[in-house]
């Protein structure tokens, strides 16, 4: 048996580290471990005070020395070790555990598709009372593990000031440790791999590398938020006689559009009355001050301020596994993840194709071409509310805050359209597959295939097909219906009405009376299941006019039409999984890339073989994605032509995206498929990632399926050569049509 050291530790800190993060949290001066416990495979708990002035136990001590070095024989076993623990030890007692030593719980649960808190796993995975998690946690760490607030006399509590609690703290450090080891032995093990392993030891070395800030830009942005905002509330005082905020701005806003039925002053209902034609010109100004009163720039630009190390780089923004089943990475802390794409960009090349003016000088032609630069300017010299909108501004030079080091440059390339990629080689869509390795336009192609014209004429003259091409690729792929059709359509921009004009007619007799059919059947639906108030109304009409709903409809089924390989790649990975579930210990293959299903054997108290607790999916790359605590689920449905059928569902449990609440889900064909598409594609990168880093191209960030490497600013660094690496595919992946494009730069950008 491998040797382990179950180990946890337990801090004090003036700094918060919900504010700072891990990193920070654990440079600051005020930071301190008050107490380790730690236990040997299965040994007794050990308990480490050193509040009691005593030195690191020799033997802990002698543990923690070889641990520095890859590989040893000894692995550390704890939870959220990695991005937390490992760096307090570090700073604090000195020993730069090596993470290829360290075995991470948490790691370990999100690579089964399970929670990530400690005590969620006990609860999850059925953990003895005894050994699971002291629930007393988070109220004894609340008492010493932070100072008091400043009005209190007594600024920090410890042993001295309350040893009754002190000895239920270090109950609650036992607890963690019998916790661990309980969870550690009661996890499965598919879901880890030697490369998983080697992408995890490179996640933490992004990590522990970061980027560089540009301070005085985040500072002059925030400034510039401030004053406009209390412009903005000084001039809606001015006019309207009320704040933007609080409980003025609702009953003035009505006042304003009194034709308008407004519920809420949520952003959400904010932009829905801007989209609308009719909306009263004051009551649109208001809105819009509203919105740019609050703005979020602040949100954004604290994290990177509030986290930086002293050398002004920002640390541990990325979380591996953070998509726990697929583990795609999300972002931790100040996360670029979730930045929305900025309203001001540099054109330098003048791919719109301004209009340069003969009157306009160099000077001007450069402020049209570089509006993000020419906006950061005014930013440093406090002139841009001058210029810009100062709040679409800001939001555009979040990324810019990310800077290399003097003397070097951003290597940046992503990958285009990976998922649209990946689900055709996936589905053997081999028109599509054509299309992607010719470098033809996808869009333009797939609505050529639905209306039966040339992809060139489309793309030359008839925009709107290309967009509705566009929508159908982004949002139909995983099976999706109407509403997904809806919702990418309205992002791009189309005007459903006009569309519906302009389609109307020139859809198949067999496809348009389907769409009469279905819309009956919608408003069926919506009959027996009206919103209630408070919850979310997902009519399946979407209360649109029936007309543009059949219209949507027929594109929808238009597009099925068109991709036979996608709808039979659904049904194919919906069957494999149900036979799985109803056969415990068998596999099943879906599609023509070889994904397999099989569902696991347990043996019950009696020594019975039953159906397992586990669904298992293995990906064309070998990695195990994981569905706990599968079934079905059967009840009777009326379909769109008035027959009854039994619905057949699959049921798993997981954790609830709204309420991260675990409990029972459901999946479908579509959203098999879409975890199978999602998960291939992070290996891919995952992949590229070991390759770009391997081959001197030293990584700093990466975001969504985008890597950016901070290199010696020198032309034998670029994006051809990192192109080159991150499509270099690995052998399993044959075939698949990868492309990456890039940019080389002095500030990020997107």
């Known amino acids: 048996m491998q040797d382990l050291l179950f180990k946890d530790t337990e801090t004090f800190s003036e700094a918060d580290l919900k504010k700072v993060g891990a990193y920070r949290y654990s440079e600051d001066p005020s930071t301190e471990i008050i107490l380790a416990t730690y236990a040997f495979n299965d040994e007794p708990v050990e308990v480490y005070d050193p509040t009691k002035g005593r030195n690191i136990p020799r033997e802990l001590r002698r543990c923690l020395a070889g641990l520095e070095k890859p590989n040893y024989g000894l692995k550390l076993v704890g ?21 290829t030593n360290i075995i991470d719980t948490m790691i370990l649960a999100f690579r089964h598709a399970l929670p990530g808190s400690l005590a969620a796993l006990c609860e999850v995975l059925g953990v003895s009372a005894e050994n699971a998690k002291d629930k007393r946690g988070k109220a004894l760490i609340q008492r010493f593990s932070k100072p008091t607030p400043k009005n ?41 791999s030697e490369f998983e392993d080697r992408v995890l030891e490179l996640d933490q070395l992004i ?41 003025d701005f609702l ?49 954004k630009y604290n994290p990177l301020l509030l986290g930086r190390s002293s050398d002004d780089r920002r640390r541990g923004c990325i979380q591996y596994g953070g998509a726990k089943r697929t583990l795609r990475f999300a972002g931790k802390g100040f996360q670029p993840q979730n930045l929305a794409r900025g309203y001001y960009h540099d054109d330098p090349k003048n791919k719109k194709k301004k209009v340069r003016y003969d009157w306009m000088s160099e000077k001007d032609w450069w402020r049209v071409t570089h509006p993000l630069s020419y ?36 290597v940046v390339a992503d990958y285009s359209n990976v998922e649209g990629r990946g689900l055709a080689w996936l589905a053997g869509e081999e028109t599509a597959l054509d299309t992607f390795r010719a470098g033809l336009d996808i869009y333009c192609v797939t609505a050529g295939k639905m209306f039966g014209m040339d992809p060139d004429y489309i793309l030359e003259s008839r925009s709107d097909l290309r967009q509705i091409g566009k929508a159908c690729e982004l949002g139909l792929g995983y099976a999706g219906g109407v509403g997904a059709f809806v919702q990418f359509a309205k992002n791009l921009g189309l005007n459903l009405v006009d569309m519906a004009k302009t389609m109307d007619g020139t859809f198949p007799d067999h496809i348009w009376a389907a769409t009469a059919r279905g819309y009956e059947w919608a408003r069926i639906q919506e009959a027996k299941r009206p919103p209630r108030p408070g919850e979310k109304d997902d009519r399946p009409s979407y209360i649109l006019d029936k007309k543009v709903w059949r219209t949507c409809d027929a594109i929808k089924r238009m597009w099925r039409e068109s991709h036979p390989e996608t709808v039979a790649f659904w049904r194919d990975i919906e069957d494999a999984a149900m036979a799985a579930i109803r056969n415990p210990g068998k596999e099943f293959t879906a599609g023509p890339r070889g994904v397999k299903f ?51 569902r699959i049921k798993y449990q997981g954790e609830n995206q709204l309420t991260r609440q675990w ?13 199978c598409t999602q998960a291939l594609c992070r290996d891919l990168l995952a992949n590229a990632l070991l390759n770009v880093e391997a081959n001197g191209y030293p990584i700093v960030l990466h975001v969504h399926d985008e890597i950016i490497c901070e290199t010696p600013d020198a032309p034998e660094y670029n994006v051809a050569e990192l192109g080159r690496l991150m499509c270099e595919l690995p052998e399993w992946a044959e075939g698949f049509p990868l492309v990456a494009e890039g940019a080389e730069m002095k500030r990020y950008a997107k």
């Open 207 to 247: 990590n522990d590398r970061g980027f560089k800030v540009d301070v005085a830009l985040a500072e002059a942005a925030i400034e510039a938020v401030e004053k406009h905002k209390a412009q903005l509330q000084e001039e809606a005082q001015r006019k309207y006689g009320g704040s933007l905020t609080g409980k």
């Open 79 to 99: 939870h959220n070790f990695l991005q937390f623990d490992r760096l307090v030890i570090e700073r604090c007692w000195g020993y730069k555990i090596h993470p």
């Open 251 to 299: 009953p003035i806003l009505r006042e304003l559009a009194p034709a308008h039925r407004i519920h809420n002053a949520q952003k959400s209902t904010l932009n829905d009355l801007l989209a609308d034609d009719d909306l009263p010109d004051d009551a649109r100004a208001i809105i819009e001050m509203r919105l740019g009163a609050a703005s979020t720039a602040s949100t």
């Open 152 to 192: 209190y006399k007594i600024r920090r509590y410890t042993a001295d000031t309350h040893p009754e609690e002190w000895a239920w703290f270090i109950k609650y450090g036992i607890s963690d440790i019998t916790s661990v080891r309980e969870v550690f032995h009661k996890l499965p093990c598919w879901g880890n």
């Open 598 to 648: 099989s569902r696991n054997v347990e043996t019950d108290n009696n020594g019975n073989k039953v159906a397992g607790w586990w669904l298992r999916m293995t990906l064309p790359s070998g990695r195990v994605m994981s569905y706990p605590g599968v079934g079905l689920s059967v009840s009777k449905e009326t379909d769109e032509d008035g027959k009854v059928t039994t619905n057949v």
């Open 663 to 675: 409990g029972f889900q459901y999946t479908y064909s579509g959203k098999l498929v879409e975890n």
């Open 375 to 410: 906006g950061i300017d005014l930013l440093f010299k406090g002139r841009a509310h001058r210029r810009f909108d100062v709040a679409k501004l800001t939001a555009s030079t979040v990324r810019s805050c990310i800077i290399p080091e003097a003397g070097h440059k951003f």
